[in-house]
């Protein structure tokens, strides 16, 4: 069956400008989840949606970050202002979470690169 | 904050030799998983551990998670050309259920 997929899989942008990443989960998966990842480092935690809500935005680094998943399916990550700083690859992962401690595994996009320049 | 500690950071062997990799936590953990990434590829699910003192096998793999659930390894016996690649693990923590915290990986390089 289908993977989760991210669009677009490159963006390039100007600093200030405002940018949207797109991750569409595979389908039946609940919980949603939203990485960043530079390189040389692990992925890092911005925010985690079960069904329609986020359920845990602690990593999002400031009020630049802002994501939504308003019918429970596609995310959208919005960063407002970017800059030079915010340039990774962002990634979106989905899994089946079933029940509130139980972790299933997370089935990764292939990620959007993002360079600010 | 709660942090997850990964070493080595770089691991270089001749093929057919065993490689460790091991995984610490600040905080008790309430399971951890592992990954693998490819060069220009995407985090794949290895294991999910969860009781204290958990061991799994996979083939080659041997995952084993700590008494106290801080600490985690995964060991790769006589290695070969298709194990390289970056192997993470990411563990969640029982306070904030929904969020894995990844460590910055091992990075695995086999000579054939």
């Known amino acids: 069956g289908a993977g989760v997929s991210q669009t677009p899989s490159n963006k390039v942008t100007e600093k200030g400008k405002y940018v949207e990443l797109r991750c569409d989960p595979i389908?039946?998966?609940?919980?949603l989840y939203w990485y960043r990842q530079s390189l040389g480092q692990g992925p890092e935690f911005l925010i985690y949606?079960?069904?329609?809500?986020?359920?845990?935005d602690s990593g999002l680094p400031n009020d630049r970050f802002f994501a939504v998943r308003p019918e429970g399916s596609v995310s959208t990550l919005k960063i407002q202002r970017t800059e030079r700083g915010d340039s990774a690859v962002y990634l979106c992962?989905?899994?089946?979470?079933?029940?509130?401690?139980?972790?299933?595994?997370?089935?990764f996009g292939p990620g959007t690169r993002l360079t600010v320049l | 904050g709660q942090q997850v500690m990964q070493i080595p950071q770089y691991q270089h062997v001749q093929e057919g030799e065993d490689f460790t990799t091991y995984c610490n936590s600040s905080?008790?953990?309430?399971?951890i998983q592992w990954y693998k990434q490819r060069p220009g590829g995407h985090p794949v699910f290895l294991i999910q551990?969860?009781?204290?003192?958990e061991v799994k096998k996979q083939k080659r793999l041997t995952f084993q998670f700590g008494e106290a659930k801080k600490n985690s390894s995964l060991h790769i016996t006589a290695t070969q050309t298709t194990d390289v690649g970056t192997y993470f693990c990411?563990?969640?923590?029982?306070?904030?259920?929904?969020?894995?915290?990844f460590g910055d990986g091992t990075t695995l390089t086999v000579k054939p």
């Open positions: 551990l969860v009781k204290s003192g």
């Open positions: 949606f079960q069904g329609t809500g986020a359920a845990d």
């Open positions: 389908s039946g998966h609940t919980a």
């Open positions: 905080t008790t953990l309430s399971n």
């Open positions: 990411a563990g969640t923590h029982n306070t904030n259920a929904g969020k894995s915290t």
């Open positions: 992962a989905s899994s089946l979470e079933r029940g509130p401690l139980r972790r299933d595994e997370q089935f």
